[in-house]
């Protein structure tokens, strides 16, 4: 009973470096979605997923791609990581469009 | 552009003090607001609110929804330290597919 895991939960990259994080879910959850949380923001919306092979920009989705090769999986990924990236990382997944309630416990990424 | 308020930013109150959270929108096609808690790691699901005027109910916690004057309270009685947490909200928008906008947040600290 896993829920949605999200992989590393910590990491620190140098500024340039590229890396890719991973959301897995295993509850048939046709909608996936990546946000970032920073101090005094709340969370916003980077991209999301309304199903396998779909992805579409969300609220701050400039220097980040995602794929949706599989149902399960939703990969966010930093082709050239800036400072200004440095933030807690959640994914979270539903089945409907309206009731998001499963979160991945964040990764928490420093970018140097 | 979509925005959620909550207030009070931070609040640091005694065991078995009742409070009151607030949160007021402004958002293109609002569909519903969602009520969430915050410890350390994934924000929980709390509730959902669509129509106005109607309570929605768990324990101690309970939410309510004004859609003429665009705000909702989340009401927590009796506290205990374990409800110390932040606690955030966010109203989803049907404009543009999935769009879940969140306020701030606002961090409660029970005393005991």
């Known amino acids: 009973n896993a829920g949605v895991t999200q992989t590393p939960k910590f990491r620190v990259l140098k500024t340039g470096q590229s890396m890719t994080l991973l959301c897995a879910q295993d509850?048939?959850?046709?909608?996936m979605y990546w946000y970032r949380q920073d101090p005094g923001m709340g969370l916003r919306l980077i991209h999301y997923?309304?199903?396998?092979?779909?992805?579409a920009k969300g609220e701050v989705p400039d220097g980040y791609n995602v794929s949706r090769l599989k149902k399960q999986n939703f990969l966010l990924g930093l082709e050239s990581a800036a400072p200004s990236q440095t933030s807690v990382y959640f994914c979270?997944?539903?089945?409907?469009?309206?009731?998001?309630?499963?979160f991945g416990d964040g990764t928490r990424l420093s970018i140097l | 552009e979509d925005k959620v308020v909550q207030s009070p930013l931070s609040l640091v109150v005694h065991e078995g003090d009742t409070v009151t959270l607030n949160c007021s929108y402004e958002?293109?096609?609002?569909?519903?607001l969602l009520w969430y808690k915050q410890e350390k790691k994934a924000p929980t699901f709390l509730f959902m609110l669509t129509s106005s005027g109607i309570e929605k109910k768990s324990g101690r916690l309970s939410s309510i929804l004004d859609k003429k004057e665009l705000f909702s309270i989340l009401n927590i009685t009796a506290t205990q330290t374990g409800d110390s947490a932040v606690y955030l909200c966010a109203v989803h928008s049907g404009v543009g597919g999935n769009k879940l906008v969140f306020g701030a947040g606002t961090i409660l600290r029970v005393k005991s």
């Open positions: 958002v293109t096609n609002f569909r519903s």
């Open positions: 997923s309304v199903g396998e092979g779909t992805t």
């Open positions: 509850m048939n959850h046709e909608y």
């Open positions: 979270a997944s539903s089945q409907t469009r309206d009731r998001v309630e499963h």
